[in-house]
């Protein structure tokens, strides 16, 4: 098993930026991937970005292209989202989600039931 949590969140005004990190612990030699996914009040969770952890490919939702980087150290067992040019509607928990059985096609990285563990999320808020 993996354990992962994540941590950076906090309140910002629209425009700035935030970097969250996801530390993953346990197994993480079987990690083949991770990914970020958000969950806005009211509505259902959303996949972000989406990182391979040996290929390092990368996938993101159209809403944060351009302005969200994902990224991994592979020493540190740890993902980032650097979120820049916040908006509004980026407030939501963010979480971070690993699999272990990742096919190589990127694409299904954006499928919540891709992904076997999941953290606790850290709220993200973007203030006017």
């Known amino acids: 098993q993996v354990q992962l949590v994540e941590s950076g969140g906090g309140l910002v005004q629209a425009g700035g930026s935030l970097r969250l990190s996801c530390a993953a612990s346990g197994r993480t030699f079987r990690i083949d991937a991770m990914g970020w996914f958000r969950q806005a009040p009211g509505k259902e969770r959303e996949f972000v970005a989406a990182i391979s952890w040996t290929g390092g490919g990368t996938i993101y939702a159209d809403s944060v292209k351009g302005r969200f980087t994902i990224s991994k150290d592979n020493a540190k067992n740890t993902v980032y989202l650097q979120m820049n040019v916040l908006k509004l509607e980026d407030t939501a928990v963010y979480y971070c989600?690993?699999?272990?059985?990742?096919?190589?096609?990127?694409?299904?990285?954006?499928?919540?039931?891709?992904?076997?563990?999941w953290g606790q999320g850290t709220q993200v808020t973007v203030s006017s």
């Open positions: 989600a690993a699999t272990f059985t990742f096919s190589g096609a990127l694409i299904r990285l954006g499928l919540q039931s891709e992904y076997e563990y």
